[in-house]
């Protein structure tokens, strides 16, 4: 479990009574994002996941007063529907929607041998359980006149080619057309649109998906990082989503903000 490190004081917290979904938020970026906003002074951190028995538990380490759990399904368009409807009925209004939930291609494949099931299946959580949460999170946000902060996670993998898992890739470049459109369309509601685009890191996804243990995982992620000295970590990702959902980026929509310790620069 993520532990409390915030030192902030009440009259420095800048999400103060805010309400805030997090979808994939019982592991990994989404637990310790749940965890930043909850000390950033959220009234409320929604966390939407289908690991029901990891989401009670963060939630309520995080405080049942400020932290609750919802079974949601992101490629199942109820689901999210319901997540966001419950949460305003319960608490007045949304004022985030931090869109993490999202898996990781299960083979290596290449164009060549793509497997067109296996596509869909990670195409139905990676692309349309993201714009399903972003197009009713936006519903809410222009129905309740809330100026709100829509915040959607990429990957490096979305913004260059890569030599396999060509469907994880693909998904990842839909996520930044999918903010960017939302980004122009809802500017006229005061409701900004931001990508976060972390390089590989370790969470309980990436172990899981690679079969090794984190230590490994995390040696092998140490080569895509030009910054050396620094290991990429769930909350420095989540501090970067508190950045974009933040007044301190106010006028900032439209944006891919690239946790990547410089992988991307150059285009490489």
């Known amino acids: 479990m993520a532990e409390s490190t915030s030192t902030a004081t009440s009259s420095a917290l800048r999400l103060q009574g805010k309400v805030a979904i997090v979808t994939g938020g019982a592991s990994g970026i989404g637990e310790a994002t749940a965890w930043v906003f909850a000390e950033e002074g959220a009234r409320m951190v929604v966390i939407g996941d289908i690991q029901d028995e990891l989401g009670k538990e963060v939630a309520a380490s995080v405080g049942r007063h400020r932290c609750s759990y919802v079974h949601c399904d992101v490629a199942e368009e109820d689901e999210v529907q319901r997540l ?17 939930a999202g898996t990781a291609s299960p083979s290596m494949q290449t164009v060549t ?21 972003v197009k009713h999170a936006a519903r809410a946000m222009v129905e309740g006149r ?17 030599l396999s898992r060509t469907d ?11 903010m960017r459109s939302a980004s122009m369309q809802l500017a006229e509601h005061g ?19 690679s079969g ?26 989540a501090d970067a989503v508190l950045f974009l959902v933040s007044d301190e980026s106010a006028f900032v929509t439209g944006l891919d903000l690239k946790v990547d310790g410089g992988f991307t620069y150059g285009g490489q």
């Open 113 to 133: 041998e793509l497997d067109m099931s296996q596509l869909d299946r990670l195409f139905a959580v990676n692309v349309r359980g993201m714009a399903a949460c």
């Open 146 to 162: 809330v100026r709100g902060s829509i915040v959607c996670t990429g990957s490096v993998a979305g913004s260059v080619g890569s």
């Open 212 to 237: 090794v243990r984190e230590e490994e995982v995390r040696e092998a992620y140490r080569k895509y990082a030009r910054l050396q000295g620094v290991v990429l970590t769930p909350k420095m990702v």
């Open 84 to 100: 966001v409807e419950s949460t305003v009925k319960e608490y007045g209004q949304l004022d985030i929607m931090f869109s993490n």
């Open 168 to 178: 994880y890739t693909m998904s990842k470049h839909a996520v930044l057309g999918l």
């Open 191 to 209: 409701i900004r649109v931001n990508s976060v685009s972390p390089n590989g890191l370790v969470t309980p996804l990436t172990c899981k998906m």
